[in-house]
Every structure is written in structure tokens, then in C-alpha cells.
């Protein structure tokens, strides 16, 4: 599945981030496969309260790790993160902003469309 994907409003995929770059293929968009089990597929802002959350649960996506030519994310990049750990953190309070535009339809298997709806920041 790491042709054409569509987004969450039925739409083109559109890009999340290109500095710093994501997606489960390095592409810049939220794309994923049968091989990506985490489900990269929420295009979220983070936000530090969102990188203290993930910290504690055992993933730390603020520590920069030169070995996977990885800086770490810092508050206001894109990142796709993967949809379980979105609603986890949408749960516990410390969900980030998410662009509907580049999130992919996928997500919607684990995620409902109104939760993501209610942190949209790229429609008016």
C-alpha cells in the first residue's frame, strides 16, 4: 500500500514535513505499508507537552539519535506519528495538532474522525 494513498477527508495525501523529515518512508508524507506496524499515519504538530508524553512511554522522539540521522523533534515540527500513540496521548490529554490534509485515510482504522477533527489545524 505505499502507492497512491488518499488523506482522511477522502482527498490527495498531502506532504506533513520535510525538515524535519518524516514518514515511515523518509518521503515527507504519512505514507504506509503492510510493513510499517505502527501505522505512521497522523500528521500531528508536536507539542512539548506531547514529547514529554511520549518520553514516558518509552519513546523519545526529542533526544537527537545521529545513528539514524535523526536531529529529534523539537515543539512545532510535523511528524507522523503512529495513530495508537496519537489516541493515547489524545486520552491522557496531551494530544498534538493534527493537519487533516496529511493525514492518511488509514488512520482511520484505529482513530475516529471526529476526535481528529477536534485537533484540525489546517481547515477553516
Known sequence: MS?????VLGTELQICGLDPITGYFRDGLCRTCSNDAGSHTVCAIV???FLEFSKSQGNDLMTPRPEFQFKGLKEGDPWCLCAARWDEARLAGCAPKVKLTATNAKALEVVSILHLKHYQIDLS
Open 3 to 7: 502507492e497512491h494513498q488518499l488523506n
Open 47 to 49: 507539542d512539548l507537552k
